[in-house]
Every structure is written in structure tokens, then in C-alpha cells.
């Protein structure tokens, strides 16, 4: 079936230590996504690729990067990560952008200690 | 901005007891409206997409229906594994038209 894989599903890290999250794709879909989200939060959108264009949101910190070596990858890096960046980390793919659904992975449960 | 807000929070029900959800928007302009279903530690499970005023789609026991300001989520005659969060979200025309702003969500719980 296709799909959208997310490893690892539970990432352990220390305050400040860098760590990196990756997300595949069978789907052979243009664009991906990374979100966050926090216990009983709406997910927030960090940035998305549409084919090798970067978009990042206005409003996302610094400390998060994104790449997109292929098609089928993307990595979330997170350079210094706080105890704030604890949360789930979705990745999502769609068609195309505009009127195309988005289709979720089972997201990274990060701890930071 | 776009708001999307989804009430109630939680809906507690017994198993074939019917009811609804419900997801208000305030957007610029509707490029489509998304439900997905949550299950606790995993990601959104899509389920449908509206994209224009008076549009209905079913899916077994679940219907959802869209009006120009909100949008329901019934749910014929739950059972348990019915229970999960749901999430509404939109999705915008114009430059943003890619994002989709997200509800909180409803958390169902359909006791047997």
C-alpha cells in the first residue's frame, strides 16, 4: 500500500543535542510537509517542500530546518532543541498544492530531557 | 486570519446514540473544507473533503455536510472504535492556498 513512513515513531533527546527526524513517501506525491503538534493542540504547519522549493512559515523558529534530498525523503532537523519543542511531529504529503488532500504519516513522538 | 473552530470539545455517547459535530470557519475564501480522524500517539486519518456550500459526503457511518459558515460531522449509530478525535480544517484561496488551518478537534468517546 502506499504510503507515508515515519521514523523513529519515539525520539529521546537531551536539551540542546541535535536531532534529526525523517519522513518517506511512496506516494510519489510533489509536496511534503512537517507539522507540529502539542497534546490536545491543533497541528501547526513548520514549513513544506513542493518538489525542491523550500517554504518556510513566518513564524517558524529558527531552530527547526527542513531537506528534501529526493523525492521520496524529507528530514526535520532540530539544531538545539528546548523542552518547548517537546511534542508529536507529523509529516504530511499532498498531489499538488491547492485542492489536494493531505495525507499524514504517524508522526515522532519527541521528548526532550 | 483564518479561525476554524470545533465544538464540543468532547462528546461522551453510548454506542448507537447519533449525534454531531461541528466545525465553524471564518476564512477568505474556501478552497476546501477537511475532516480527519486522530486515535491517540498516531497522525490525522483522512476522511472527506467539502468544497462547495450544500456538498454532503458519507462514509459508513459518518456524513458530513457544509454550509458557508460551518460544517457538520454526524455520526449514525456509533460503536466504540468510532471513538477518536476528529479535526476539521480549511483550507484557503490566494497565496497561502497550500496550508490547512486546523480545529482543536472533538474528542469522541463512544462507550459500548
Known amino acids: 500500500d502506499a504510503m507515508v513512513i515515519q521514523n523513529p515513531r519515539y525520539q529521546v533527546t537531551q536539551f540542546g543535542k541535535p536531532v534529526t527526524l525523517s519522513c518517506s513517501q511512496t506516494?510519489?506525491?510533489?509536496?511534503m510537509y512537517w507539522y507540529q503538534q502539542k497534546s490536545s493542540q491543533a497541528p501547526k504547519l513548520l514549513f513544506h517542500?513542493?518538489?525542491?522549493?523550500?517554504?518556510n512559515e513566518a513564524d517558524t523558529p529558527d531552530n527547526f530546518q527542513s531537506r528534501r534530498p529526493n523525492t521520496s525523503f524529507c528530514f526535520l532537523d532540530i539544531r538545539s532543541p528546548g523542552l518547548g519543542d517537546a511534542a508529536m511531529y507529523l509529516c504530511?504529503?499532498?498531489?499538488?498544492?491547492?485542492?489536494?488532500?493531505?495525507?499524514f504519516g504517524p508522526g515522532t513522538r519527541l521528548t526532550v530531557l | 486570519e483564518d479561525q476554524v473552530t470545533q465544538s464540543p470539545e468532547a462528546l461522551r455517547l453510548q454506542e448507537g446514540e447519533s449525534s454531531s459535530l461541528n466545525c465553524s470557519y471564518t476564512?477568505?475564501?474556501?478552497?476546501?473544507l477537511f475532516w480527519y480522524r486522530q486515535d491517540p500517539g498516531k497522525g490525522p486519518e483522512f476522511l472527506f473533503t467539502?468544497?462547495?456550500a450544500g456538498e454532503e459526503k458519507e462514509k459508513e457511518r459518518l456524513k458530513a455536510t457544509l454550509t458557508k459558515k460551518e460544517s457538520f460531522l454526524h455520526i449514525t449509530a456509533p460503536k466504540p472504535e468510532d471513538s477518536a478525535t476528529y479535526l476539521c480544517?480549511?483550507?484557503?484561496?490566494?497565496?497561502?492556498?497550500?496550508?490547512?488551518?486546523f480545529g482543536k478537534g472533538t474528542l469522541l468517546t463512544v462507550n459500548p
Open positions: 480544517a480549511v483550507q484557503a484561496g490566494g497565496g497561502s492556498n497550500y496550508k490547512l488551518t
Open positions: 476564512v477568505s475564501g474556501l478552497r476546501g
Open positions: 506516494l510519489n506525491h510533489n509536496v
Open positions: 517542500y513542493y518538489d525542491k522549493d523550500f517554504n
Open positions: 504530511a504529503t499532498s498531489r499538488d498544492l491547492g485542492r489536494a488532500e493531505q495525507f
Open positions: 467539502l468544497y462547495s
